[in-house]
């Protein structure tokens, strides 16, 4: 957006509106799917768990946004990128030499040993404990299979709280309700979201620290992939979860450079993480959107395009990806280059940031604007 000469600010909210179209042919696609345990695709317990903190994140990230110049902007979008690429590639290279290994123990396995194997299952030795855990227990099989219908119920009805005060809030342009920028009114209902959606948060967590504790009496053997949802991990992690919205609202991200990569710290299988990141981006991206509207940064022409850019691109990027997953049989190629666009994108933006720093003084630069104006 930037090399299209658009300004910062506007090229963030619509670089938000391209991350909401895919987000929405994201989530279309990944809902009906499972993963190889024949549970949802999306984990909604880590949704509600993470996404109400992103959403708080997100209030605070807008007004940010608004204030602070464009060269202070970019500049702290080329730190995050940064530190992000290089922690995506590590990860994704990590991945890459455990599969390449795994590959050669499986060729220097022998043929014989395989058909012994083959032979004393279908005499009917006993399944591997795990699978015998998920299968042989219908309540714990059926755990995460479906989805839950009261929590999204829960966290619909949290967004939509959000979007309503910001829409009453309103901004430079003015309010629906006549409230006026920078009032008293104006600052109640901007603060009023994070009472809002921290009881929410609270209400998931007690849910899901409830659900895991019947777990464990049940005897439960949780995969390398399962988050334990405990009294510490449901604050740790909505707290990072609210940096990943305050970055979604300055730059316009979706929050996913953050949640995908904590996704994969915390063992979650990618495709899992890739498909539940991008349900919490639709919630996250709409909340943005809003935002930037009712502050006036939306360039509303390129706003509709934008959209069904990132919808259609989304849609072909999906199936090109799926084909080649299938087979390949790896997961870390995506990781990996979701890695090096992230370290293009970061070198390209250091090179904007060098041309304007020896083309304008640094005082102008670094002047914020106000948050009433409607054209900044």
Known sequence: MLFL?????????????????????????????????GRALINWDIIVMMEPATLAGTVLGSFASKYLADFVLMGFLAIVL???????????????????????????????????SEEA???????????????????????????PWLKVGLLVCCFLGCVVLTVLKGGGAGSVVGVACGSGSFWLLSWAQLPWVLGF??????????????KEEDGHEFAASEIRWTSATTIRYPLLCSVAGILAGLFGVGGGIIKGPLMLELGVAPQVASATAATMILFTSMATAVSF?????????????????????TL????????????????SPPVLSIGCVMAVSTALLI??????????????LIEPTSLCSIND
């Open 82 to 116: 940064a530190l992000l690429s290089f922690r995506t590639l590590g990860k994704g290279l990590e991945m890459f030499q455990h599969e390449t290994a795994k590959d050669a123990e499986l060729q220097a396995v022998p043929q014989s040993e395989d058909l012994a």
């Open 293 to 313: 509207e009712v502050f006036g940064l939306l360039e509303p022409s390129y706003g509709s395009l934008c959209f069904m850019l990132g919808f259609g691109c």
């Open 121 to 147: 299952l279908s005499d009917g030795e006993e399944e591997p404990k795990e699978s015998r855990n998920l299968v042989g227990d219908t309540r714990l099989r059926t755990v995460g299979a479906g989805t």
């Open 5 to 37: 000469r658009f300004r910062p600010k506007h090229a963030v909210a619509l670089s938000n509106f391209t991350i909401l179209g895919g987000a929405f042919a994201n989530t279309a696609l990944n809902a009906p799917k499972t993963d190889e345990n």
């Open 351 to 364: 090179v904007e940031i060098v041309g304007r720093f020896c083309n304008q003084e640094f005082a102008q």
């Open 201 to 214: 948060g609270l209400i998931f967590r007690d849910m899901l620290i409830s659900e895991n504790l019947d």
């Open 316 to 331: 072909l990027g999906h199936y090109i990806v799926n084909a080649y997953l299938q087979g390949a049989k790896r997961q």
